[in-house]
């Protein structure tokens, strides 16, 4: 078989995990090699996933996306989509980058109470002791 990658991979015994499914699934694996735009993942057994993952790798602190390439029974290789960490990892840049995500996320959660507003209006004979 020819090699078809770009960069040679580091061989590892690192321990991994990946989420997926919005992070609600989530699978630990053993990172048998890695390089900066991919890696061989080894699990426990047989596993189903989608395409498109995200690699945590607690030694590294680092969680980066990843589609796969390859399956083979325990086996699995994923290429990475972008070559930097992503953002939930990244420490802030700076105070305006922060002050800006802090007001994005005031901005979600009023268009979330407004949401439930309206639901709630929607909703005849709801009263607020009745959700407590």
Known sequence: ?????????KKSFL?????FNNRRSALD???RDISDTGAKLIFSDSVQTPDIIELYVPH?????????????????????TDA?????????GSATELAARVQKLEDEVASLRRLLKRMKAAVPGFDDADAA
């Open 1 to 9: 078989m020819s090699e078809r990658r770009n960069t040679i991979r």
């Open 84 to 92: 930097e960490v992503l953002a939930t990892d990244r420490p802030a």
């Open 15 to 19: 321990q991994g995990r990946i989420y």
């Open 60 to 80: 590294k602190e680092q969680t980066l996306r990843a589609e796969v390439q390859w399956r083979r029974g325990e086996e699995m290789g994923v290429a990475f």
């Open 29 to 31: 694996c053993l990172i």
